[in-house]
């Protein structure tokens, strides 16, 4: 017998073609609502929806299934003024200094700035990290496989079921993030990712009006 156990596939569920075709349909229809919102209220969210997002996420397929992630949590008012505070620095020379005319060009109509105000009014900062080794029961590394494709794919459900749960999110990627690492005390085989600005909309939040690309622009098919 195999040293490693397979067992049955016994909780895939089979749905019928018009069952399927009404659940794509439905999972298109919530998904295409959700977007970026630069807004936040301070409204608590409570802890278990945001444990369960991140158990989603936790689900994702990641190379070797050595799952190279870490979600680091933050509703600590005075952790958030500190990335504010250090987030705000970066991005400050950012628009100020490093960003050529072009890609400040290419930002103008999504409103954004130097100013991160929401990294402190919104109830929760999923930061999320990679991990490029663990550790054995002897300390020795091993090894962590396809580290971007893997934490994006769990970015990804990430905000696909905070979003089901019913809430906003922004991704936010100061550059450099390596700030977060330290403030955070996170060890040295992690990497910041991605930071996910998490909570309610402002009430009065407003979004640019732009429009995602039409399913020929985004697909070939290449047919039987
Ligand atoms: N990180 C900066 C700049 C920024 C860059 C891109 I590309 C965006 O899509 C949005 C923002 C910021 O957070 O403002």
Known sequence: MSKHPFIPLDQFIEYPIDEMRRRSEEFYNLMKRRRTVRQFSDRDVPKDIIENAILTAGSAPSGANMQPWQFVVVSNPEMKRQIRVAAEEVEKDF??????????????????????????????????????????????????????????????????????????????????????????????????YILLVTGYPADDARVPDIQKKSLDEISVFIDK
């Open 95 to 192: 628009y100020d200094r490093r960003a050529p005319k072009y890609w400040l060009k290419a930002l103008e109509h999504l409103g954004t700035d130097k100013n991160k105000e929401y990294l402190e009014i919104a109830p929760y900062l999923i930061v999320v990290f990679t991990q490029r080794y663990s550790l054995d029961n002897q300390g020795e590394r091993v090894p962590h496989y396809y580290l971007s494709e893997s934490v994006g794919i769990a970015t990804g459900m990430l905000i696909t079921a905070l979003h089901n749960a019913g809430l906003a999110t922004l991704t936010h990627t100061p550059h450099p993030m390596a700030f977060l690492r330290k403030l955070l005390q996170r060890p040295k085989n992690e990497e910041p």
